[in-house]
């Protein structure tokens, strides 16, 4: 699979954390859903089958589905109340 160039800057700060390159069925997760937050402490490794389990689980595709909306309201300007 080849990187964009927007996935390249998450995965060298992983690959230094860990100290070597990322194997292929390897990707990185974002601990707080920020893409833009490159920080090594939010940074995890996992293999793909593990992340998409992670994210298939009932609370998580509620959780990434409410935080789309609020990113939504947000850019639009609207207020929550």
Known sequence: MRDRPSD???RRAAEAKLGRKLRSDELVHHRD???SNQASSN???KTRSDHTAEH???GQRRLGRLRKA???VSRNGN???
């Open 70 to 72: 609020l990113d939504i």
């Open 79 to 81: 207020k929550l109340y």
């Open 43 to 45: 940074l995890d490794v």
């Open 8 to 10: 390249t800057a998450h």
């Open 56 to 58: 298939n689980q009932p």
């Open 33 to 35: 859903q920020d893409k």
